[in-house]
């Protein structure tokens, strides 16, 4: 079995900041990319960040902009199997449900690689 269990999340007021984690555990043999997707109320879940296993970062175009300014930030610990999303200056519409993702192995190595998901943390942002 693997798990990805999320953190990090909650209220804050708009301005501030936040780090969310994600750290799988279980039957792994290989982690490719790792990345956080988010859904507002409403809303389609969407993609915000992925980050391959090399540590190459591609954000969604909808935060391209906010990424090159500093807002959000997706970087990965492959010893600890752990992957963040940093989002500074934070704005009522970053409220949302953010769930993490990755593109596993599980053993043995010949394995197909799967997608597993996160159970998501709720970030709220007050204005």
């Known amino acids: 079995q693997v798990q990805l269990v999320e953190s990090g999340g909650g209220l804050v007021q708009a301005g501030g900041s936040l780090r969310l984690s994600c750290a799988a555990s279980?039957?792994?043999?290989?982690?490719?990319?790792m990345g956080w997707y988010r859904q507002a109320p409403g809303k389609q879940r969407e993609m915000v960040a992925v980050?391959?296993?090399?540590?190459?970062?591609?954000?969604?175009?909808?935060v391209n902009a906010d990424s090159v300014k500093g807002r959000f930030t997706v970087s990965r610990d492959n010893a600890k199997n752990t992957v963040y999303l940093q989002i500074n200056f934070l704005k009522p519409e970053d409220t949302a449900v953010y769930y993490c993702?990755?593109?596993?192995?599980?053993?043995?190595?010949?394995?197909?690689?799967?997608?597993?998901w996160g159970q998501g943390t709720q970030v709220t942002v007050s204005s």
């Open positions: 279980g039957n792994i043999f290989r982690i490719n990319a």
């Open positions: 980050i391959s296993n090399g540590g190459t970062p591609n954000y969604a175009d909808s």
């Open positions: 993702n990755a593109n596993i192995i599980p053993w043995p190595s010949w394995s197909r690689s799967a997608d597993y």
